[in-house]
C-alpha cells in the first residue's frame, strides 16, 4: 500500500519498481519460500529445489533478485531460469533461459495469478523441458474464485503441483486486517466491494 502497488477501483497503471520496492519484495519472496520449507510451519511444506523459474516478464526480475537474496542471507544455493515470450531464431535458440531444467525440482515464483494462465504455462514448459515443479510461490494470493466459479484458481494450480504447494507471501485477508488496522477505511470499503464480487466465499 505504502508504494502504491495495489489499488482498487478504476485507475491507470503506473510503475513503481525502485531499489528499496524490490529490495524487500526479494527479501519477503525469500524468506517465505524457507518458511515454507519448514515441516512445523505447514502441513504441507515445500521440498527443496534446484531452480527458481520466473515467467516472463515480471517473474523474471523478481526470480533473479530472489535467488541472490537466498543465497546472500540464506545460503541456499539454487539455480535461476526463465522464459522468453518470443521464440529466439539465433544463438542458442528456444525459449528457455538460464539454468537447466532438465532432472531438476523446479520452484515456480510470480506475482500474482488471476486466472493460472501463466502458471499453467510455466508448469507446462517446465514438463516439456524435463524438469518436475514441485510448488508454486507468489507474492499475493488474491483468494478469488477460479474458472469453476466454485473453488480458488490456488486449488486448481494445487491440483497439479501438489496439495498446500503454493505458497504466498501475504493473502487479501491479510491485507483487509492491515488496512483496518492502519485506519484505511477508504481502501478497505473498496476491497470488500471487491472481495464480494470475487472473494472466495469460504
Ligand atoms: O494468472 P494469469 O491470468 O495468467 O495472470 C497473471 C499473470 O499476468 C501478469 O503477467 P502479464 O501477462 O501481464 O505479463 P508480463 O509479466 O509480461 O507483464 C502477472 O505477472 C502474471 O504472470
Redesign the pocket.
Known amino acids: 500500500m505504502a508504494v502504491g502497488a495495489l489499488k482498487f477501483g478504476q485507475f491507470t497503471l503506473k510503475s513503481g519498481s525502485t531499489g528499496p520496492i524490490l529490495s524487500a519484495l526479494a527479501k519477503a519472496f525469500a524468506s517465505t519460500i524457507v518458511e515454507a520449507q519448514k515441516s512445523s510451519s505447514s502441513t504441507s511444506p515445500l521440498p527443496e529445489f534446484d531452480v527458481l523459474f520466473g515467467?516472463?516478464?515480471?517473474?523474471i526480475p523478481f526470480a533473479a533478485m530472489t535467488v541472490t537474496h537466498l543465497y546472500d542471507n540464506h545460503n541456499i544455493a539454487v539455480g535461476l531460469a526463465y522464459d522468453r515470450?518470443e521464440v529466439k531464431d539465433h544463438g542458442e535458440g528456444g525459449n528457455m533461459v538460464g539454468a537447466s531444467v532438465k532432472g531438476k525440482k523446479i520452484l515456480i515464483l510470480?506475482?500474482?495469478?488471476?486466472?493460472?494462465?501463466?502458471?499453467r504455462a510455466a508448469i507446462d514448459l517446465v514438463k516439456r523441458e524435463g524438469g518436475e515443479v514441485v510448488g508454486v510461490v507468489q507474492c499475493l494470493d488474491r483468494e478469488e474464485v477460479g474458472k469453476d466459479g466454485v473453488s480458488s484458481?490456488v486449488k486448481e494450480v494445487e491440483a497439479i503441483v501438489g496439495e498446500g504447494r503454493v505458497k504466498a507471501i501475504l493473502r487479501m485477508r491479510d491485507l483487509m486486517v492491515w488496512l483496518e488496522k492502519n485506519g484505511m477505511n477508504d481502501e478497505l470499503e473498496k476491497m470488500k466491494v471487491y472481495w464480494e464480487k470475487y472473494g472466495l466465499k469460504q
Open positions: 515467467p516472463a516478464y515480471k517473474g515470450k510470480d506475482d500474482v495469478m488471476t486466472a493460472g494462465t501463466a502458471v484458481t
